[in-house]
């Protein structure tokens, strides 16, 4: 997750928001819940504070990261990918947001 963190030019933040997508061809019924254990290793490789990881934000925890559900989007004549969308959230002025500043200072 570091290469692919540095190859998209993902800055290090103080808070993120996290979303991942599996982009799909077909209709066939998927169970979305079976992304669990592939958004897991996601957040773990941006944000750990240990180990081998990209270190975009300080940790994973809700603090740091906002984690939304991993889904599945159709998309006819694709050819089937994931996809990880890292918003800053760091300046948004919300309660969460000043109890993160209160942790980093």
Known sequence: MKHFAIEAGI?????????VIWCVA???RRDDDSLA??????YDGLGADKGVSAHIVADDAP???????????YRP???????VI???????SDAVDQL???RLT
């Open 100 to 102: 993160t500043k209160e």
């Open 86 to 92: 890292v918003t800053d959230l760091t300046h948004r």
């Open 63 to 73: 603090a740091f990261m906002r984690k939304m559900h991993p889904r599945i989007e």
């Open 37 to 42: 254990p592939f958004a897991k290793a996601v």
């Open 26 to 28: 077909d209709r066939r």
């Open 11 to 19: 800055e290090p933040m103080q808070r993120c928001q996290v979303e």
């Open 77 to 83: 004549n694709t050819t089937p990918h994931f996809e």
